[in-house]
């Protein structure tokens, strides 16, 4: 064999050794990958959900159905038991849905949470038409009632009342507010105690890190526990953008309210890429923009991110669940609201028809930058 076939098969053999160091680099890399996930790295700390839809919930989208089981402990139902959903007529109740989201929880050793039992809106009907305090009553006995004892020792933590209090802290002027004053969230909280002494029961609403409005949520709280019902936690909705609101802000919120005894949940957690109408008002579903709707310059990623709009929200949800971290020993859980960009509410709102690409997983169920800047914060 001459010097240069010798030296061309030295060579070879060398090549062949690289490449398959590099692929069994790749492969340990593959399993550590496969081997973290959310709720392991954050196991620790906090709980870590998602909202289900309902074809989630009937698994049926079996892409959704394994992420969920590998990245996350806790779930929220997205829309399924809201009344208008769970409660359409007034003795009629359709626990189909609901009792397949709580069996899927089950399954899978998840903290399940019931959401939500009180709430302005996507309520049916028929409970719009209420004019007096008596029958108000009794139709909220009915309903907290026939539900919370349905799922008693299912379903872990309740979101009792939903929204209750306007950007001042005042108190919303919902039909419930109308016929029975602040009343209505007293009854919720004792009749949902009582059905289920041992669930977590929490007041859940949106801009809760506005000073004004958390002012609300304070004396919301302190009046609860003054007539002696059991209040477990606030629930800060966290529909946020890659600018807003501040650290500081979401910071003096979490203190304020761990002041008080109470846990503090991020229950609704996503954070909008696009831009809003200088006037929308917090989270509130009502609110439309439909002149909007066929503006290129509300929808400017109607593919992707770009590099630079991927690289900011990464660095976002990075700083965002650093303060989480800080305060661990005050938070129960940190739940996003939807499972991939593709499932998002904010697709349609407030504009309709805009690409959003608010969540942690793209709409092919992938990873984000974002996903992996949360992660590299337990390996630090």
Not at 324 to 337: A, G, M, P
């Amino acid at each position: 064999m001459t010097h240069r076939i010798k030296k061309i098969l030295l060579v070879s053999a060398l090549i062949l050794w690289v490449s398959s160091c590099k692929n069994e680099v790749k492969e340990i890399s593959n399993t550590q990958s496969k081997d973290t996930s959310l709720k392991d790295a954050f196991k620790s700390d906090f709980l870590i959900g998602a909202a289900l839809n309902k074809s989630q919930i009937e698994e049926k989208d079996t892409l959704s159905i394994n992420l969920i089981e590998r990245e996350f402990n806790t779930i929220s139902p997205e829309n399924e038991m809201k009344w208008e959903q769970i409660h359409p007529q007034k003795d009629t109740f359709y626990f189909d849905v609901a009792d397949k989201y709580v069996a899927l929880g089950e399954k899978n050793n998840m903290h399940v949470v019931g959401h939500t039992l009180i709430w302005h809106s996507q309520l049916a009907p028929w409970m719009q038409d209420v004019k007096d305090s008596l029958t108000m009553v009794k139709n909220i006995e009915h309903h907290i009632n026939t539900i919370v004892k349905r799922y008693k020792g299912k379903i872990d933590t309740w979101d009792v009342v939903n929204e209750a209090l306007n950007e001042d802290g005042s108190f919303r002027t919902s039909n419930f507010y109308k016929v029975m004053g602040d009343n209505f969230i007293s009854l919720a909280f004792k009749l949902a105690a009582e059905a289920d002494p041992d669930a977590k029961l929490v007041y859940n609403d949106y801009n809760l890190w506005k000073p004004e409005k958390r002012g609300g949520v304070v004396r919301l709280v302190k009046d609860l526990q003054a007539q002696g019902l059991k209040i477990d936690g606030v629930g800060m909705q966290a529909h946020w953008s890659l600018e807003g609101p501040s650290l500081k802000d979401i910071e003096n919120s979490i203190l304020a309210y761990a002041a008080l005894g109470v846990k503090v949940s991020f229950t609704e957690l996503d954070i909008t890429a696009l831009p809003n109408p200088w006037d929308l008002d917090g989270a509130a579903v009502e609110q439309n923009y439909e002149q909007y709707e066929n503006d290129p310059k509300m929808n400017p990623y109607p593919e992707k991110l770009s590099v630079a709009a991927a690289t900011q929200m990464a660095n976002r949800y990075e700083a965002i669940f650093k303060l989480f971290l800080k305060h661990k020993d005050k938070i129960d859980r940190v739940t996003f609201w939807g499972v991939n960009d593709g499932q998002s509410w904010l697709n349609y709102w407030p504009i309709s028809g805009r690409t959003n690409h608010p969540l942690l997983f793209d709409r092919d169920f992938n990873p984000k930058k974002a996903y992996y800047n949360v992660l590299a914060l337990k390996n630090k």
